[in-house]
């Protein structure tokens, strides 16, 4: 994963707080709420259960892969975090990876967890050696392979380091030879390990930078997600050839020996399908939308749209049926979208992307971007003003920049605090100072205000901000509000109620909360941590 997706993950799963993530997803939401938030490693039991694990949501669920019926959960109250990967243990006990935290987790038959050990942030696949041993490895923040006592009683053992530029191994399996295969993203191949010294030898680089996980069969061949296909390699030749193609971007794969049915995982569109030995592809569990940040509304009439972003890129729906379509995907290489920020004017609308530095400008719902602002310093929302746009960048700068020459740039201010949205109102601007918990005005009728008047104060780790009528109303993350701001500052909460969010850590802006406003007096509330987009009515009728 390169650093802008890294830096993008990592800002939105610090900011789910234990067990909150494992709220229902409840109704009332304009998108559908992915069932399997943030699906990635999986595991299969012998009574052909699928254990899938949803790192978006800190927690694992056990479904039924016949019916996709969701049977049983292990989240926080297990102990279990951000995971990964899972395998499962010779006494039926189940093993996860914390990829945020390090940590090594082990559930019992009997449902209790416990911590085993820590490898360091990274962690990431895990697998069981036939003579019971446990490895671990590493890929993102570092590359290492270590051995982990299963008992958690013995310390970690180093296996290799440095072997993979990043990433040790991805998804990995250990084969007949009982070396352990997996794929190295980031040198484009996959290769084979030995478990007590360490040696690489590579399999085939016939492999894209999207191969994130491999499932050894019983006659040794090798099952690979390799970008949106499912692939089989020789394990001695490394030649390779396609047993499916696939309409998402897989994370992981699992082989049900017993049935030869593959079972592959997307943590972008968060679903699950099954390839069976003949290369039908069924879907187990559908996907849904994961972690929706930035929301706009775009277009007027029949042909008005809300656009959300989330990791699978910036979607328009239609809020009378819920139809969705993609208009800007997460690119497909193996990285979520960068996009957290959106807003509109009219028919055009704009997508901030923080971690590329990067504002987008588009003219309608199809084609390229009409202008690019790039070179900015972790921009956290953009707003047009006539042929200008209007950015806030996390330092609390302020800019204004024509889009017909984005080099000559004007600092509005340097004052805005902490921003985390940014909303125009004719030619008025506000920002939300999201450390200082104050909203700003920084334009008046488009004039600079080198220092922003206050319209309120004491707010709550403010993120997302609309207007609507003569209010503007602002998204509280810290205790999950939302509250409307009348003219004169008098406040109001209203009808709806969202997951309270974590503050962000040290150098990474806030995971945006968006929020638009509709047609009428309806604003449209993104609530990440729940994976839904709820409306809510300003005279008072909320849905949550």
Do not use: K
């Amino acid at each position: 994963m390169a650093g802008a997706a890294l830096l993008a993950l990592l800002a939105l799963l610090s900011a789910v707080p234990a067990g909150a993530a494992a709220a229902a997803a409840g109704p009332g939401s304009v998108v559908t709420p992915a069932a399997l938030p943030g699906a990635t490693g999986m595991a299969v039991d012998a009574q052909g259960r699928l254990y899938v694990a949803n790192i978006a949501a800190s927690r694992i669920t056990v479904i039924d892969p016949d019916t996709g019926a969701q049977l049983e959960q292990f989240g926080p109250e297990q102990g279990v975090t951000f995971p990964e990967d899972l395998a499962l243990g010779p006494d039926g006990s189940l093993y996860w990876t914390g990829f945020l935290t390090g940590d090594v987790g082990r559930i019992d038959p009997d449902g209790r967890g416990t911590i085993i050990a820590n490898v360091g942030p990274g962690a990431n696949p895990i697998a069981f050696h036939p003579d019971g041993r446990l490895f671990v490895a590493r890929c993102a923040f570092a590359d290492g392979l270590y051995e982990v006592d299963p008992a958690g009683v013995a310390p970690v053992r180093v296996v290799a380091e440095g072997i993979g530029a990043g990433c040790a191994l991805n998804g990995m399996d250990v084969g007949p030879d009982g070396r352990l295969y997996g794929p190295q993203p980031f040198l484009g191949r996959i290769v084979a390990v030995d478990v007590d010294s360490g040696a690489v030898d590579v399999v085939t680089e016939d492999v894209g930078t999207t191969a994130f996980g491999v499932d050894v069969a019983p006659d040794g061949s090798i099952l690979a997600v390799d970008g949106p296909q499912l692939r089989r390699f020789d394990p001695v030749t490394g030649a390779g050839g396609t047993v499916a193609a696939l309409d998402f971007l897989p994370d992981n794969l699992v082989l049900d020996d017993a049935t030869g049915a593959v079972y592959v995982s997307s943590i972008y569109t968060a679903e699950v399908v099954e390839v069976a030995p003949d290369g039908a592809v069924r879907t187990v569990s559908p996907g849904g939308t994961v972690n929706p940040q930035g929301v706009a509304v775009v277009g007027r009439g029949r042909d008005r749209r809300l656009l959300v972003s989330s990791v699978a890129g910036v979607r328009a729906v239609d809020p009378a049926t819920g139809a969705e379509t993609d208009v800007l995907p997460a690119p497909q290489t193996g990285q979520p979208s960068v996009v957290t920020a959106l807003s509109a004017d009219r028919d055009r609308w704009v997508a901030t992307a923080p971690f590329l530095g990067s504002v987008l400008v588009f003219d309608g719902l199809g084609g390229a971007p009409a202008a690019t602002v790039d070179g900015l310093v972790l921009p956290v929302g953009a707003v047009l003003l006539g042929d200008d746009v209007v950015v806030a960048e996390a330092s609390g700068r302020v800019l204004r920049v024509p889009l017909a020459d984005p080099a000559a740039r004007e600092v509005v201010t340097e004052a805005a605090g902490s921003p985390g949205g940014i909303v125009r109102d004719g030619r008025d601007v506000w920002v939300t100072d999201t450390a200082g918990g104050r909203v700003l005005q920084v334009l008046d009728r488009g004039r600079p205000l080198p220092t922003p008047l206050v319209l309120a104060a004491g707010l709550d780790r403010p993120e997302g901000i609309a207007v609507s009528g003569r209010e503007v109303v602002v998204v509280e993350a810290g205790p999950g509000r939302v509250t409307a701001i009348r003219p004169g500052g008098r406040r109001r909460a209203l009808d709806v109620a969202l997951t309270p969010a974590n503050p962000p850590l040290p150098g990474l802006p806030a995971t945006l909360a968006g929020i638009a406003a509709g047609p009428g007096r309806t604003v449209y509330v993104a609530d990440p941590l729940t994976n839904r987009v709820v409306p809510v009515d300003l005279r008072g009728r909320g849905h949550h």
